[in-house]
């Protein structure tokens, strides 16, 4: 059983996840599909990057994620075949799949076009490359006859990485989930280091460090580790984002004692 | 053919139902899983239990609900897996399954953490234990092994329940659906004790009682039976709950003649 | 394989969708279910009817595409089954159907209520009788079982013909997509009719005609052709629809040199 994950910035309820997934089934009718998101704000590769870097690697080994959040589309921006941890990513190469590729990354250009949709749009190679190339990689067909050597260096995406000084953490919010979750760039480990009675600050406040949010009075502003092991600033029964009118890049202090 | 249903409030375009589902596809990859619903208000058990009340009937017998509106997770809250009606239902013990629960239902406490993700995090167990849980099952471990018996009393909710006097009912909206109809907790049945010409009243104004949305003219405020059988006020071509600033718990009232 | 998508004006996260992928997995275990959109406007037929043009050829010959934007539910309007170019359809002959089905489409009437659900809700024949008919169809009962042959002229909808006069071609916007891009009425080879440098007008402005949205300056208002053929004015990097406050119906002209 393949499995394919689309990951986009289409909108939710756009027909066109739709019609990548009619292009998919065309080709490859056996194939398992699942949507990880399509709210990714538009055009915004670092967001589409963080979601991957976040969720693909609950996905079993095998799988093959296409992207796509491509500004770039219908330039020469290359589309890449990343195989890495045992999975496959399909995207352009705009920093997108940057996050989940390391050094153990076998990065791979998509360049045969007898594996694609006759008649190529311009604006939409979502539906006609990308797609394509996964329901064949589904099919059996073996990355070196979808895609040749990757010569270039791939464009990469860096997360800003927190400071750690004086026994304190200084870092920020790089992304906000659907409950208005604040995730910051501070890991758990980094957390581990900090001595002491913990105390957090966020916009001029002191906020509570808790194991669950169930921990907190409701309303309250809280920190906590998020699931996939990042400092996150939430409001327990609440909207972080709205309440605190929080956005990404607003920074973030974890203060020992 | 397994077949594993989500019922979140996660929000529409969340990347967390992807996690759920990777993990669900891991274990158990032919399994088919079918989105119910994300839209759940946030932390809104009552609106959960709706939602499930009116949707699982019509899924085929050894279908696997899981349900995750949870905000007591990580706490000592305990995790049910419930059998009844030919079903099976995995959720948190706060009332979110207490509306498909009847006398008739098997209640087991999930206890074995052999069957989960490795590292649980405190806040999203519908990833690490609930999807989990229900992909073993749908392999076919047995609920004898995934869980022991719960010898507590389940945390039960209740639906308000309409008052039948003096040939008229009061009750109340208890749900607002997609497109804004207003659905109460008053049953075909109950209308059908109320004799002669019925009039329902809503918010001061009388209301037309119709058999389908296209007998109004368009704009009419009118009552019918909707497609679960329970009373619904409507706005024919259009939204019931932002024209008539509805809520829940909104008294609605049928009178006999 | 069988394969049976959706289209419904039911609105993004509805459970009334999970209700039919229900009913079509109690009857037809087996079956892939793709969503096309649930973000149809409610009761717009005609958006329904574009949706469906555009999205439903990528598709492999033999899906059964499921469409409900329905506002006579109830009444005696008719439901077809249509089989055309390779694949099937069922909605409501309220013209849904109509921008798809050409001179060559095969139209039955769905009149055989053993293969409904037992009890029909007035107001959700979509779960009741289109959704099974679809599942009993993907299980390879004959259309001659299923409907009989309907005598009537279905339901048509036209799109607004644009005119090509003077080397210059006025045409208008009939759809508006996830992005915000307005697709016209104006085809690819409308638009090579025209001779000389290409010039769109749009709301009062000279809007460049380039081939991807790469090429122009963020935030320029821009016209290409669209990944389904048609001619479409968009903003590089924004959102058309708000920024310029554009509709369905506003005019669009292209001029030659």
New interface residues.
């Given amino acids: 059983?393949a499995?394919i994950?689309l990951?986009t910035d289409?909108?939710?309820?756009?027909?066109?996840v739709?019609?990548v997934?009619?292009?998919i089934?065309?080709i490859a009718?056996?194939v398992?599909?699942?949507?990880?998101?399509?709210?990714v704000a538009?055009?915004s590769v670092m967001q589409g990057a963080i979601?991957l870097k976040?969720?693909?690697s609950?996905?079993?080994d095998g799988?093959i994620h296409v992207a796509v959040v491509d500004?770039?589309?219908?330039?020469k921006r290359s589309i890449l075949l990343v195989y890495v941890n045992g999975q496959y990513f399909v995207g352009p190469d705009n920093g997108l799949l940057s996050l989940v590729v390391g050094a153990a990354a076998k990065i791979r250009e998509v360049d045969r076009p007898e594996f694609w949709r006759p008649n190529i749009?311009?604006?939409?190679h979502g539906?006609?490359i990308m797609g394509p190339v996964a329901a064949h990689l589904a099919n059996g067909v073996s990355p070196s006859r979808l895609s040749s050597a990757f010569t270039k260096q791939p464009v990469a995406l860096t997360l800003p990485q927190p400071t750690v000084e004086n026994n304190a953490i200084d870092g920020e919010v790089v992304y906000i989930?659907?409950?208005g979750n604040l995730i910051t760039n501070i890991s758990t480990a980094s957390v581990r280091q900090v001595t002491g009675p913990i105390r957090i600050e966020f916009k001029g406040r002191s906020v509570d460090f808790v194991?669950?949010?169930?921990?907190a009075t409701r309303g309250a502003t809280i920190a906590?580790?998020?699931?996939s092991g990042w400092l996150e600033i939430a409001i327990s029964?609440g909207?972080a984002r709205e309440t605190l009118k929080a956005e990404t890049a607003d920074p973030v202090r974890v203060v020992g004692g």
């Fill in positions: 059983m499995l994950t990951t289409f909108g939710i309820g756009s027909s066109y739709a019609e997934k009619g292009e089934l065309s009718p056996q398992t599909i699942v949507d990880i998101t399509h709210a538009p055009q979601v976040q969720t693909t609950v996905f079993p799988t500004p770039g589309v219908g330039t749009s311009p604006t939409f539906r006609d989930d659907s409950f194991s669950t949010y169930a921990e906590l580790i998020g699931s029964s909207n």
